[in-house]
């Protein structure tokens, strides 16, 4: 049977850190507070000539690169994100021409921070009913333009970036030992939309607007969501946490992802952390935390792992793919 193998992965941040304590200095916070909390010590920040499409375009680049690939080998592109570049048309379409693609397609997903595994599972669909062999993913955030700069509350979590991982279309046997995404899970529930919004919007004021976020009602959800779709993947693979390697999630806060892996009885050392540098870059916070773990070294080819994200909507997801 065909199996969706993830053959390359690429990032790109902007050119600015910006630290808890250079934080703190504009915004009425402190770095003790963010990092208790939080487990974030710096977030990148955006220039004005660096953009969703640009980061995106960039982090392309390198996953093509380490797939050894052209983009003349790609059928379709999918930027998963909520800040692009223009209301329409797609980042994919923008970041496509940056590319140079004349052929195939692109296209934007939109699932705020679970917005990656969201568009993994639609190149995973593209490619299993044979539309598609070798799908570019990506996940690309300027979250710091939609933020409210006098809501600490909100500020402080956030930041910007991009990575990209390419999909290929390779035969496997049907077991759990193929290589490529074995199983994925979407759920969504937009009774929860106030809880995580952006208060603004083309059809509604005609504004971008900014950030919204009840963080405690966000965090009460959080663990059960997640959670629930870990269990659905194990069940339907009969994988369980002691064959994970890696355990990649959707990095919002350290505590969530410490509470999670503990529920599921993951161990602590297979679990990739990145927020303390990314902060939460919403669909760009796995395929960053993917691309440090593949470049340090740790992911390796024939590794189990499982990808989570839990986000505004509220959508959340999982996929288990073998390296
Ligand atoms: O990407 C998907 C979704 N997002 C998330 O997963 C976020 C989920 N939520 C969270 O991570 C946490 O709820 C937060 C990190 C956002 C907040 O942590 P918390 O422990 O729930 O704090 P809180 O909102 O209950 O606030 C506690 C206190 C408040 O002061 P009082 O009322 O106790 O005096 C806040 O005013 O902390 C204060 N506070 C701050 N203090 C310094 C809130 N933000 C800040 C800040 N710096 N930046």
Redesign the pocket.
């Known amino acids: 049977m065909k199996r969706s193998v993830i053959i390359g992965s690429g990032a790109a941040l902007p050119r600015n850190a910006v630290s808890n304590d250079e934080l703190a200095k504009r ?4 770095d003790e ?2 990092r208790q ?2 487990g974030i010590e710096q977030r990148y920040i955006a220039d004005a000539d660096e953009t969703t499409a640009s980061l995106g375009e960039a982090a392309a680049r390198k996953a093509l690169a380490d797939a050894d690939v052209s983009i003349e080998d790609i059928d379709l592109i999918i930027c998963a994100t909520s800040t692009p570049d223009n209301t329409f048309p797609a980042t994919a379409v923008n970041i496509q021409h940056r590319l140079g693609m004349t052929h195939g397609a692109a296209f934007d997903m939109q699932a ?2 679970s917005g990656f595994v969201f568009a993994v599972t639609t190149a995973n669909t593209y490619i299993m009913s044979g539309q598609a062999d070798r799908v570019l993913v990506i996940g690309a955030e300027t979250f710091s333009r939609i933020l409210d700069w006098e809501d ?3 500020c ?2 956030f930041g910007d970036g991009a990575g990209a991982v390419v999909l290929e279309a390779q035969e496997g046997v049907g077991l759990s030992n193929d290589r490529g995404v074995l199983t994925s899970h979407l759920r969504s529930d937009g009774s929860h939309r106030d809880k ?1 919004y952006v208060d603004g919007g083309p059809s509604t004021t005609a504004t971008v607007g900014h950030l919204r ?1 009840q ?2 009602e ?2 009460k959800h ?1 663990v059960a969501m997640i959670t629930d779709v870990i269990e659905d993947a194990f069940a339907a693979t009969g994988l369980s946490a002691d064959d994970i390697d890696w355990f990649i999630p ?1 990095q ?2 350290r ?2 992802i410490d509470a999670s892996a503990k529920k599921l009885n993951i161990a602590p050392e297979k679990v990739v952390i990145t927020v303390s540098q990314h902060g ?1 870059t ?1 669909a760009a916070s796995i395929p960053l935390a993917i691309d440090s773990a593949r470049h340090d070294g740790r992911l390796k080819k024939g590794d189990l792992v499982l990808l989570e994200a ?3 909507g509220f959508t959340w997801g999982s996929v288990l793919v073998r390296w």
């Open positions: 915004v009425d916070t402190s507070w963010i909390r939080t705020v921070c600490r509350t909100t402080v979590l995580l976020m963080g405690r966000v965090f959080a959707h919002a806060n505590r969530i939460n919403s839990m986000g505004g």
